[in-house]
């Protein structure tokens, strides 16, 4: 069966750091654009990062450009975000998710889903 498993988040005050893992089973994540996307509260899906199919080039929306790092462990099978200097504005519901293609990788096109997964919380507060 197919599946991530997103963990890692947490409560930081502004300028901490974390670093939230995408576990995958059911499928090799280095043959896949991987992205990870958010969503605050009161608000719609929001695309962070993304990582191509089996080339580590790497996509970032305007807001965390500078700030995040997506990364691949092939021999873990998993996707992390690493993310520095974290302000309030960052607090949000983070998922990850294959994305359909490299073309929609590099936009950080937000999947057409029927459904999310619970994700993992990231709150930003002093």
């Known amino acids: 069966q197919w599946q991530f498993v997103e963990s890692g988040g947490g409560l930081v005050q502004p300028g901490g750091s974390l670093r939230p893992s995408c576990a995958a089973s059911?499928?090799?994540?280095?043959?896949?654009?991987i992205g990870w996307f958010r969503q605050a509260p009161g608000k719609g899906h929001e695309g962070v990062s993304c990582?191509?199919?089996?080339?580590?080039?790497?996509y970032y929306s305007d807001s965390v450009k500078g700030r995040f790092t997506i990364s691949r462990d092939a021999a873990k099978n998993t996707v992390y975000l690493q993310m520095n200097s974290l302000k309030p504005e960052d607090t949000a519901v983070y998922y990850c998710?294959?994305?359909?293609?490299?073309?929609?990788?590099?936009?950080?096109?937000?999947?057409?889903?029927?459904?999310w997964g619970p994700g993992t919380q990231v709150t930003v507060s002093s």
């Open positions: 998710a294959d994305v359909p293609s490299d073309y929609y990788c590099s936009r950080n096109t937000v999947p057409a889903f029927g459904s």
């Open positions: 059911g499928f090799t994540v280095d043959n896949y654009a």
């Open positions: 990582i191509s199919a089996r080339v580590d080039t790497a």
